[in-house]
């Protein structure tokens, strides 16, 4: 009566290895690759903070005065932790010196998005030249 098991040959287990030998480190680097890159993803290049809500508060017509509070707050943390703002924060908070009558702070910010942003010049240019300078 013959057995139905089968002794395994030593030639066939190392190529049974070899398999998982040479799937195995390009399963480790998808590994790694994608926790690198999932790592440097999560990091945003700008602070928004409150801008965008801020904006959304200037199109309904809100308190001026309020929405000036929540973005000098906003340029506080920027400040304090060395973030960078978000391209058009000074010009919005510029937007919103100059509707409260403030033309001397609102041109400090249009300066500043001007030198932040270089491709703001066009614009910047304009309304700095529309507030006197």
């Not at 013959?2 to 030639?11: A, N, W």
């Not at 994608?34 to 440097?40: A, P, V």
């Not at 200037?58 to 707050?73: F, H, P, V």
Request: with cysteine.
């Amino acid at each position: 009566m013959e057995t139905l098991s089968r002794q395994v040959k030593p030639e066939e287990d190392i190529l049974g290895m070899y398999h998982v030998c040479r799937i195995l480190p390009v399963f480790i680097l998808v590994l790694v690759f994608s926790f690198f890159f999932s790592g440097c993803a999560s990091q945003p290049l700008y602070y928004w903070g409150t801008f965008e809500d801020q904006q959304y508060a200037y199109l309904k017509g809100e308190n001026r005065e309020a929405q000036i509070q929540a973005m000098q707050k906003d340029q506080e943390k920027i400040a304090s932790e060395g973030k960078k703002a978000a391209p058009g924060f000074y010009a919005h908070l510029g937007m919103l010196y100059s509707d409260t009558g403030n033309d001397k702070e609102a041109i400090a910010c249009f300066e500043m998005e001007k030198s932040l942003f270089p491709e703001s010049a066009g614009l910047m240019d304009y309304l700095l030249k529309k507030y006197g300078r």
